[in-house]
């Protein structure tokens, strides 16, 4: 079970300024990654800073703000496109649309040494883009990382109500409520922790 949310600062001042960061980290056990054949100055193999933010459910405006900037305005038309160029050269291949604005996303191995709250990334997905008024980010941690650590340090609660009734182990931290966004984790007993934040603006 994954819930979808999206966050806003406002919404949770406790939160840290910042919960990702990209420094080196030994013991994460990531696939190569592939050097893109797409040269844009400051946009190949490197993934823009709001987008770490975005996996660890950190934004720094709320959702519904982002997608009328980035649809309404030439600045926020401008930012999308240096988005696609940057996760293009990642190597997110999926294309598609957002009402008139192009899209991209999938899966891929992470970025050398990127962490997520401290702790190291196997691979990364993006389901919708920042500005988008549904999008869901999913982090696969290193085989190394357990989901008590995960857990810890994204400060999610355990839900002893599904565990009564399902048994399962199931984690999560309500962002915001407008548009509704979660960060959660489920533990289903095997491979690798998988964390997810989702932002649910529209009903499915």
Known sequence: MILLTACSAAEDPSREQSAANTAPSQGADRPPTE?????RTGA??????????????????????????YHETPAGRAARAEDLAALRSL????????DDLESVGGQIPAPAGMTL???PVRSLEINGMIGDTNALYVTTFASNVTVDQVAKAARLQFDEKSYRHYK????????SRTPHTELSLDDGGDGNAVLACQIQSTPD
């Open 117 to 119: 709250f401290g702790l």
């Open 44 to 69: 190949v193999n490197r993934l823009p800073p709001q987008y770490i933010k975005a996996f660890a459910c950190d934004f720094d405006e709320n959702p519904l703000a982002a997608y009328a900037r």
């Open 168 to 175: 399962m182990r199931y984690y999560s931290r309500l962002i």
């Open 91 to 98: 190597g997110f291949a999926r294309e598609g649309l957002n």
């Open 35 to 39: 050097q893109s054949a797409t040269q």
